[in-house]
């Protein structure tokens, strides 16, 4: 992971990585990106290095680590901060003899709210969307393409596929979680288009665990993507696999 963590640092910085400096306590800015990256393709927040890549690292005690690691959970975990919460935590690691914390930010089928705020992100920034009318209370997927005036990279696909394999399991249960009960087409929708966004495949079982529902209807909605144009499908019946459709 280390390896990767450097990559990202030194690599292009596009629209799915924030660098922040370290400190004792944990600024606004690091949980408006949270919300925004999940309402758009997922993102890395690195903490302890600086916007110009230098690895300056955070307060040298594990205390502050600690510290910072429960901030970071108990506010993405507080109803009154986040909704819906979301289970992520921070990791450490040490770059260049420096200790920075990080995380990666998955996209969400549902759209999140930071203190009752509307964030998504833009080419450079979190843009506070909550008072566009023409937004709504839509889902990520169905949001006016004025917020998609940047190509994702190729940078930002390889820094969605460093995500552990763990995360992205977890991310799958989750999805499964809130899709089980909830028989809304466009949400369901969004669920399949967010795990094909990070993980850039998936097949017909995988989308009806992803969404709760039979493969027989993860198919039937596989195929309405396919005739909206978002995704595209690969092989035979049997076999057959789907894949976002580039921007």
């Not at 903490?47 to 680590?65: A, F, K, M």
């Not at 993405?76 to 819906?84: E, M, R, S, W």
């Not at 940078?155 to 899709?179: F, G, P, W, Y």
């Not at 039979?214 to 005739?227: D, F, G, H, K, N």
Request: hydrophobic share 35%.
């Amino acid at each position: 992971m280390i390896d990767r963590l450097m990559q990202i640092i030194h690599g292009e910085k596009g629209p799915d990585v924030v660098f922040s400096p370290g400190s004792r306590t944990l600024s606004n800015t690091v949980f408006e990106s949270v919300a925004a990256f999940s309402n758009r393709f997922g993102g890395f927040i690195l903490l302890g290095v600086q916007n110009d890549r230098r690895v300056t690292g955070i307060y040298p005690s594990q205390r502050t680590i600690y510290g910072l690691k429960r901030i970071f959970a108990d506010v993405l975990g507080d109803p009154a901060k986040f909704c819906p919460t979301l289970n992520l935590r921070l990791e450490d690691a040490v770059i260049d003899e420096e200790t920075i914390l990080w995380c990666y930010v998955p996209p969400s089928p549902q759209l999140v709210l930071y203190r009752g705020r509307r964030y998504v992100r833009n080419v450079t920034d979190n843009i506070d969307t909550t008072n566009d009318t023409e937004m709504g209370s839509v889902v990520p997927s169905r949001w006016p393409q004025k917020y998609y005036n940047q190509r994702r990279s190729n940078t930002t696909q390889t820094h969605v596929q460093c995500c552990r394999k763990k995360a992205v399991e977890t991310t799958i249960d989750e999805l499964s979680d809130n899709m089980s009960d909830n028989r809304d087409d466009s949400v369901q929708h969004a669920a399949i288009l967010a795990y094909l966004y990070q993980n850039g495949e998936i097949n017909t079982k995988k989308a009806a665990k992803i969404i709760g529902r039979s493969p027989v209807t993860a198919r039937r909605i596989l195929a309405e993507l396919v005739a909206e144009g978002k995704v595209i499908p690969n092989g035979a019946n049997r076999n057959r696999s789907y894949r976002p459709r580039s921007e």
